[in-house]
């Protein structure tokens, strides 16, 4: 059974970082398409950055320059370094897998995941 464990969320101050983890479990496959989303109280859940396991990455608009998604296979760990954040990225961060070689040709534009984990709450202050 496929399980994703986030960790490293925390409260900072604007202008500071963070490493968020994701740890996954439970999964064969070398194909694969990841992600880290996040959900402030009374928004939309937003796709913050993907990966594909061919190493391909991309970012929303809001982080892009100041996030990096990055996946240590032999770790099986997913990671998300966030530099210079903002009060507007408070919100609690769920990484997100699927697999399979379909996963990842659509990883660009995929927004539903089969598996997800429990998110890591991101407190911002100013």
């Known amino acids: 059974q496929v399980q994703l464990v986030e960790s490293g969320g925390g409260s900072v101050q604007a202008g500071g970082s963070l490493v968020l983890s994701c740890a996954a479990s439970g999964y064969t496959a070398t194909s694969y398409c990841m992600g880290w989303f996040r959900q402030a109280p009374g928004k939309e859940r937003e796709r913050v950055a993907r990966i594909d396991s061919f190493g391909s990455t991309s970012y929303a608009d809001s982080v892009k320059g100041r996030f990096t998604i990055s996946k240590d296979n032999a770790k099986n760990t997913l990671y998300l370094r966030m530099n210079s954040l903002k009060p507007e990225d408070t919100a609690m961060y769920y990484c997100?897998?699927?697999?399979?070689?379909?996963?990842?040709?659509?990883?660009?534009?995929?927004?539903?995941?089969?598996?997800w984990g429990q998110g890591t709450q991101v407190t911002v202050s100013s």
């Open positions: 997100a897998a699927e697999f399979g070689v379909t996963a990842r040709l659509i990883c660009a534009v995929k927004k539903d995941f089969a598996y």
